[in-house]
């Protein structure tokens, strides 16, 4: 059984590294005390768990008044596909009291963003790491 969860407090942040290298997200795994750190440094997060395995999690920033960015939205393979991606999105997106609602989105997977109600950027500007500023990384022009 699908639950959903943002409480930070009882994640095995080991567990949460496996999901990002399983899921794929970005090219190198995560090192669990700075995903730790950033989901804890977050406005809001989501975690899903079947039975007590974490399969997906996401969270958000926000600034409580004009803007918000979410990040981290991570599911694994063998979950997506049904429904469970954009319930955690939906249930981000409602615990931001802001209208303006950006997101990076893995090369590739955008149309899963606008399928949610998400919509292209065309000004987004951006500085990145150097997996994500390679030319075929797939995220800058």
Partial sequence: MIEYSNKKESIDWEEAAIVFERA????????????????????TVIFVFDADRLVGLGRALCDGEYQAAIYDMVLLPQYQGKGIGKEMLNRLCAQLPVENIILY????????YKKCGFKKMITAMAKLNQFMSSPTSGYLE
């Fill in 24 to 43: 794929p997200l970005g090219a190198r795994r995560r090192d669990p005390e700075q995903l730790r750190r950033a989901f804890a440094s977050s406005y």
């Fill in 105 to 112: 989105a893995v090369p590739g997977r955008e149309g899963f």
